[in-house]
């Protein structure tokens, strides 16, 4: 497996967390259709947010890049 585009191993990870919040928002704006909510939805469209930026970083985390060892990144 490549590792993923746009983020090169040893990198500096400190910027990733708010990469991969922009790209959920992105992903859930796309889905909903919406890009800001009504004031109705707002509390499950952030909430559906977290939960696509969560699974991205189990995603990030359990990817292994052939002959190292897994990345963890804390």
Known sequence: MKWP???SQGADWTHVPQDIR????????KVSGFRAPAAH???VFDQT???VA????DL???L???????????
């Open 54 to 57: 969560a699974a991205t970083q």
């Open 41 to 43: 939805n707002r509390e």
């Open 49 to 51: 947010v977290d939960a």
């Open 22 to 29: 922009a790209a959920a928002l992105q992903y859930v704006r």
């Open 60 to 62: 990030l985390d359990g």
């Open 5 to 7: 585009r746009g983020l």
């Open 64 to 74: 292994q890049v052939r002959g190292s060892t897994p990345a963890r990144r804390q």
